[in-house]
C-alpha cells in the first residue's frame, strides 16, 4: 500500500512552522507496512488544494490530509474536498452533539461559526475527534483512501493511532518493514561505500536496501526490508550484520533498533561509565565545554560524572591543570604534550578515574605554521593507561567542535572497551 | 516570483528525518520577497523524480531541490536530473580541484567515487561548495529555474545565502518585505500579549502585521510589512518600535534586523564584554558547560573568555570553588550561598573580572523539600558589584538548562548596561 502526506497551510510554506505531523505520521504508517512515497504542503488556495489532490490520487492508495479545517475564513479545505468530490457538505448529528458538548464542557455557549464544524461532506464516514471540535473525514475515489484530520498535531495523532491504522489492518494484508541502523565514527561516507562495497552488491538481490545516513562526525547506515513474515526479515537483516561485522567493527559505535530513538554518542557512553563504575572528568579547550554539555544533557549524569575545566587562554592550562610554560613555547598549546598533561591533571583534580582532554585550532582564526584549522590534539585516560592523538578536522567552527567531541566520546568509549582505536 | 522546494531522499519519507531544510528555505526566500507555493518530498527514485521537476516547472519559477547528491550508490539525483535536461554529466575542472583539495587537506588521497562529486550536468552553472565536496547545480528550463544543492544543511545554507539570493537580487525586482524583530527575555507569549494588545490593535491598519515567536527562554516579536519603497517602509516599522519601546523596555535584550541573522544571546554579550574590555569566567553546575558552550561557539570569542569550572558533584564545588561544606548542609547546593561563593572564586580562578555562577535542579530527579525541579539559583558579578536571583523554571531538564543560561546571561548583560533586573 502506497501513502502521501498532503499538509494544508501557508505557516508551513512561510517557514513559520516545521512540519512535525507529516514527520510522526510517516513514522506510523512506515510502522504499520505502508510506504510513504510522497509528501507535500499546499497553501490554503482553491486550485492549489484541487490540484494536489487529484495528483496525489494518481499516485497513491492513501492520501492523509492535514490542516484547513479550523472555523476560520482562511480554512478552505472542507469546501475545496467536496468540489473534489463533487458533493456537499451537510450537518452531522453526531458531530454537532460533540462540538455542543466541547463547548458546554467549558461553560460557554456555541456560536454559528462553531456550529460549522459539524458539517462534513455528503457521502463521507465521520472520525468523531474527541480532543477538539473538528471531525476527521474519510472518503474515497478511484481506489484511493483520502482522509482528512485537522492540523492540530493531538487531535490528528488520536484519529491516526485509533482509527485509520486500526481499520486499514482490518481491510488490507499489510507487509512488514524491518529495520536496522549501524552507527558508525571516525571514517566517512565515501571510504565507507569503498569498504563495504561488495557486500553492498549482495543485498539487492535480497531484496534488502541500504541507505548512507551522514551528519557531522558520523555515518548511520540503514539496512530495511520488507516481507509478510517478520521474523524472517529480522533473520534476513540480522544475517547481513553479521557478515559485515567482522570489516567496519572499529568503527561501529552502536545500534538503532527498529522503532526506537537514536542513540546519541553521549548516551552510549554514559551507560558504559555507569556499567563500570566509573567517574568521568574533562578538560576541554577548543571545545569550550561542549562535550560537558553533551554529558549532562543525558538525565542521571550526575552518577558517572565528576566535572570539566575550561581552560581558554594558555595562562590557565598552566595556574589549573598545571601545563608548564614551556610546553606552550616549544610545542604550543595543540600538541600531544599539552593534552596529556591536561588529561591526567583534571583527573587528579576531579578525582576521577576516566577523562577527556582537548585542544585544538576550532577557527576561523588561529591557524600556525604546520597546523592548520581543523587541527586537534585529543588525550584519553582510563585509570593509569592514556591514548592521544591528532586530528585533522575542516574549516567550519561549529562542526570541528562537534567532530572533536564525537570522536573524543568515542576514543574514551573504544578504551573502556578495549576496541582497537 | 514563485518559488517551489523539493526533497529528495527516503530518509524523510520513513519519517527518520524532519526537513528542516525546507523549513530555512522557505524563511529565506519569504524574507527576500519570493513566495514559496509549494513543497514535496520524493523518494531516491528516478521515475519519482522526473515527476516531480515536471510538475514544479509547471507551478514555479524558481525550484530549489535539496539532497541526493551524495556520493554513494543510493544517490541518483544527479543522473536523473540529466535525464530531466536532456544532457550529459562532465567533469568540471574547477570544482576537481575544490574536491582534490578537500582531500588533500586532511591528508588523504581523493578516491574514484569522490572524483564523481566533479561530475556536472554539462551546460550548468556550478556553484562550488566551500564546505563540502557536492557542488550545487543552477539550470534552466521553460522559464524555471532549477537549482540543485547537497542536503547537508551548512553546505547548503552557504549556497542559498552566498550565490543563489544575491543572484536573483541581481537579475529579477522582488518586492520589497521589512521585518523588525525585537527580542524580548524574562516574559512568557500571553503576559507579553496582553502587556502591548492596545498597541497590537493598531497595526493591522497600517499594514503591518505582528507575529509571535516564541522559543524556550525567550519571545520575538516580529514586525513586517511589503512594499516597493524601502525607506517608507522602514519609517513605518521604526515609528511602530519606538511607540510599544516605553512598554516593554525591561524585557528587550536585542533586535534582529532586516536580512541578518538573529543575534543570539551570547554573541550580544560577547560584544559588549569585547567593548568594555571585560574577561568572563563561567562556574557551572546544572548547565553543565553549556553557557561556556555557547559562549565559545561565538568566533573570537578568546577576546573576552576565561574559561569555566563545572563542578558536577559538591565536593568539587568545596575544592575547587570553596564553597564551604556547612553551605551544603545548611543552604544545599542550590542556594544563594552556594552561587554567591561560586561566582567569586571563579572570577579569583581565572583572574576575571566579569562572572557568572549557576546551581540548580534541572531534573527529572533532584527536588527536595521546598525546591521543586527548576528550581534555579543564578550569580552574577561585576568587578566589586554582585547580584543572585533565584527562579523556578519547569519540569524538563534541556529546558530547563537553556532557559538558566539565557537568563543568566541576560543577567550579566543587564549588570553591564546598569539597567534595571
Redesign the interface.
Known amino acids: 500500500m502506497k501513502a502521501e502526506l498532503l499538509t494544508i497551510g501557508n505557516e508551513?510554506?512561510?517557514?513559520?512552522?516545521?512540519?512535525?505531523n507529516?514527520?510522526?505520521?510517516?513514522?506510523?504508517?512506515?510502522e504499520a507496512g505502508i510506504?510513504?512515497?510522497?509528501?507535500?504542503?499546499?497553501?490554503d488556495e482553491k486550485e492549489?488544494i484541487l490540484t494536489a489532490l487529484a495528483?496525489a490520487g494518481k499516485r497513491a492508495d492513501l492520501v492523509l490530509i492535514t490542516g484547513g479545517l479550523g472555523p476560520t475564513k482562511d480554512d478552505i479545505t472542507k469546501k475545496t474536498v467536496c468540489d473534489y468530490f463533487d458533493t456537499e457538505l451537510i450537518i452531522n448529528e453526531d458531530v454537532l452533539k460533540d462540538v455542543t458538548g466541547f463547548f458546554t464542557k467549558r461553560g460557554r455557549e456555541i456560536t454559528d461559526i462553531n456550529k460549522k464544524q459539524a458539517e462534513v461532506p455528503k457521502g463521507s464516514i465521520v472520525i468523531r475527534n474527541k480532543n477538539g471540535t473538528a471531525p476527521g473525514m474519510w472518503m474515497e475515489k478511484d481506489d484511493t483512501i483520502y482522509v482528512s484530520m485537522p492540523g492540530v498535531p493531538f487531535e490528528m495523532k488520536a484519529m491516526v493511532t485509533e482509527f485509520i491504522i486500526p481499520e486499514l489492518k482490518k481491510c488490507f494484508i499489510l507487509p512488514f518493514i524491518y529495520?536496522k541502523t549501524i552507527l558508525t565514527q571516525g571514517i566517512g561516507?565515501?571510504?565507507l561505500?569503498?569498504l563495504i562495497s561488495d557486500w553492498?552488491d549482495t543485498l539487492a538481490s535480497k531484496n534488502i536496501?541500504?541507505?548512507?545516513?551522514?551528519s557531522p562526525g558520523m555515518v548511520r547506515l540503514?539496512l530495511?526490508s520488507k516481507g509478510l513474515n517478520e521474523k524472517e526479515l529480522n533473520q534476513k537483516i540480522e544475517g547481513e550484520v553479521q557478515k559485515i561485522l567482522p570489516v567496519i567493527q572499529k568503527y561501529i559505535y552502536g545500534y538503532e533498533e527498529y522503532g526506537k530513538d537514536q542513540p546519541a554518542m553521549e548516551e552510549i557512553l554514559g551507560k558504559l561509565l555507569k556499567e563500570n563504575n566509573l567517574k568521568l572528568c574533562?578538560a576541554?579547550s577548543c571545545?569550550?565545554?561542549?562535550?560537558?554539555?553533551l554529558?549532562?544533557?543525558v538525565?542521571?549524569?550526575?552518577a558517572y560524572?565528576?566535572?570539566?575545566?575550561?581552560?581558554?587562554?594558555n595562562?590557565?592550562k598552566n595556574?589549573?591543570l598545571k601545563v608548564n610554560n614551556e610546553v606552550f613555547t616549544k610545542h604550543g598549546a595543540v600538541s600531544k604534550e599539552c593534552v596529556e598533561t591536561m588529561v591526567k591533571e583534571v583527573m587528579h583534580?576531579?578525582?576521577g578515574n576516566a577523562a577527556i582532554a582537548v585542544s585544538g585550532i576550532?577557527?576561523?582564526?588561529g591557524a600556525t605554521e604546520g597546523k592548520?584549522v581543523g587541527t586537534t590534539w585529543i588525550a584519553v585516560a582510563l585509570n593509569d593507561t592514556l591514548i592521544s592523538k591528532q586530528f585533522?578536522f575542516?574549516?567550519?567552527?561549529?562542526?570541528n567542535?562537534h567532530m572533536t567531541a564525537m570522536r573524543a566520546m568515542n576514543m574514551l568509549r573504544k578504551l573502556i572497551l578495549k576496541e582497537e582505536e
Chains 1, 2 share one sequence.
Open positions: 508551513i510554506l512561510i517557514g513559520q512552522i516545521s512540519n512535525t507529516s514527520v510522526w505520521m510517516a513514522q506510523q504508517l512506515n510506504s510513504v512515497i510522497h509528501m507535500s504542503s499546499v497553501a492549489a495528483d529495520h561516507e565515501s571510504d561505500s569503498e553492498e536496501s541500504l541507505a548512507y545516513l551522514p540503514r530495511s574533562l576541554e571545545t569550550g565545554g561542549y562535550i560537558s554539555h554529558i549532562t544533557s538525565a542521571g549524569s550526575s560524572y565528576n566535572g570539566c575545566i575550561v581552560p581558554y587562554q595562562e590557565f595556574s589549573l583534580s576531579f578525582n576550532a577557527g576561523p582564526s592548520p585533522i575542516g574549516d567550519n567552527r561549529q562542526r567542535i
